[in-house]
């Protein structure tokens, strides 16, 4: 029997699932926790997916491994492989204004034919304008741009500051996925390239490809973008990582890929699929081999695991919502799931409109929640956990339909996420998507992409692994998703 792994880093934990190649069965499991905020050390990711391998039994008998990572963070480094400043993370909305300011610059068609996206804070690009105008000394240090997902693959694989890895800071060892590229808003998912004159719009610098030849003045290296099927490369030697865990000579490390993508691998997305994603920020993306183009920027047409194409609409709230909400009434998920079932649907015409951390989708970054429709009846507990299911499901309806409007079919939807778990939030779900739901068994997918990942990369073919889903029945509710929209709009 052949082992692989997957790794997840998201924004609140690293997980890592370890797998049988064949057959894609979990053979054990890790994870360690991310510290909180927008902007973060990526030293603690690093910390973190030591201490899950660790957790996970180590790696001694994995063949092969990927990781996967949450999307746009920005990851400057110097010449020396040291992190120039705390990573700004995808829902750090503090370059709002530098993508607005980019918007206008180059029009929102053009971005969309250049890079299948209309700049927001979320993106990498943006980020690194808002560093060139706000932090112009840390812009100077900066030699290398990567991604979370991309820097823990270069760490992993033996490369870092010289007093920290075994193969010191060699800017060229660099390497991401197109998944993971397309959403830095200087790459093009149709011609799988860098954009050199929108990093330049970014950072005020040109760019080079990792491994791509002699550096010019000034250039900042960029991570080369590898094949699904490709590997990063293939450790030498040992790799000590944090917390006593050890990554083996001859262990290969795949492309790797963002976490969207990952979770569409792992679910085994094909066209017709779209799932719907309940983390701390809510996603709707299915895979299509088509060309998605969406100037409003509602729908960013990534890149998938796989080379076809993403179209994927983000929510910054999502299962943050519950939280909130549970934290005021004093339960926990589970809890605020049966108040919730107390209440009718639609609440009697209590909505919340969610933008707790402002708004991705649609593009309020300085946006508040909102409550309406109080009255003596509907001011209880009970109809404001049903307020907040309704509300974050409803967000996400609103992005369904604008991944329709672009062409993409849906004629099967899946809910996946720790808060898809909620029986409130799947019976909420039939109703304000008005279709069949279907879950998939419990199960961390995007790592599961990432193990997948792994195989391909160890095999040279993409296996099949088979998952188990139940069918939630259609229970179409309209008024509650009318109800939302005219709270929202």
């Known amino acids: 029997m052949t082992f692989v792994a997957g790794v997840d ?16 069965a979990v053979v054990r499991e890790g994870r360690a926790s991310h510290p909180d905020g927008t902007s973060v050390d990526p030293r603690h990711w690093w910390d973190a997916l030591g201490a899950a391998i660790a957790d996970a039994g180590g790696f001694d008998d994995v063949a092969a491994v ?3 990572g949450q999307q746009h963070g920005m990851v400057a480094l110097d010449a020396d492989g040291h992190v120039v400043r705390d990573a700004l993370l995808w829902n750090d909305v503090r370059s709002a204004d530098a993508a607005a300011q980019m918007v206008e610059e ?56 010289a007093d ?31 954009d050199g004159e929108l990093f330049e719009a970014a950072l005020g610098r040109g760019l080079r490809v990792a491994g791509g030849g002699a550096s010019t003045d000034g250039a900042v290296v960029v991570p080369r973008v590898v094949a699904p099927d490709e590997a990063m490369g293939t450790l030498d030697g040992d790799v000590e990582l944090p917390g006593g865990a050890v990554a083996r ?22 066209p017709g699929d779209v799932a719907v994603s309940l983390g701390t920020s809510g996603t709707v993306f299915g895979v299509t081999d088509t060309e998605v183009t969406d100037p409003s920027g509602t729908v960013a047409g990534f890149a998938d695991g796989t080379g076809s194409r993403l179209p994927i609409v983000t929510t910054l709230n999502a299962a943050r919502v519950l939280e909130v909400i549970g934290g005021l009434l004093g339960v926990d998920h589970d809890a605020l799931g049966e108040l919730a079932l107390q209440a009718p649907a639609g609440a009697d015409g209590l909505v919340l409109v969610p933008y707790f951390v402002g708004e991705r989708t649609p593009n309020r970054p300085d946006a508040t929640a909102s409550l309406v429709g109080m009255t003596p009846a509907t001011t209880d507990r009970a109809h404001l956990a049903r307020a907040a299911v309704e509300g974050m499901l409803c967000a996400l309806t609103d992005g369904l339909a604008a991944v329709e409007r672009t062409g993409v079919a849906v004629s099967r939807l ?26 998939p068994e419990p199960g961390e997918y995007v790592a599961a992409g990432a193990a997948r990942q792994a195989a391909w990369a160890l095999s040279g073919s993409l ?27």
């Open 9 to 24: 880093s998201s924004t609140q934990s690293c997980k890592v699932t370890i797998r049988d190649a064949d057959s894609g």
């Open 66 to 68: 990927a990781v996967a």
């Open 106 to 161: 180059l029009g929102r068609e053009a971005w969309v034919a250049r890079t299948g996206l209309v700049p927001v804070a979320s993106f990498t690009g943006t980020k690194l304008r808002w560093l060139r105008d706000a932090e112009p000394e840390n812009a100077a240090r900066v030699a290398a741009v990567a991604l979370p997902h991309d820097w823990l693959s270069w760490r992993l694989r033996g490369f870092g500051p």
């Open 164 to 194: 920290e890895s075994p193969l010191g800071p060699d800017l060229d060892a660099l390497a991401t996925d197109g998944s993971d590229a397309s959403g830095t808003a200087y790459w093009d998912p149709v011609r799988r390239e860098y």
């Open 249 to 270: 000579a001859g262990l290969i490390v795949g492309a790797g890929l963002g976490d969207n993508a990952g979770a569409a691998l792992g679910l085994g997305l094909g």
């Open 414 to 439: 899946l809910l996946i996420g720790g808060a898809a778990r909620n029986e409130a939030v799947r019976a909420v779900a039939a109703q304000v998507f008005g279709r069949d739901v279907e879950l």
């Open 463 to 489: 296996p099949s692994w088979s998952i188990a889903t139940t069918t939630i029945p259609a229970d179409p509710h309209p008024e509650v998703l009318e109800r939302y929209r005219a709270a929202a709009a």
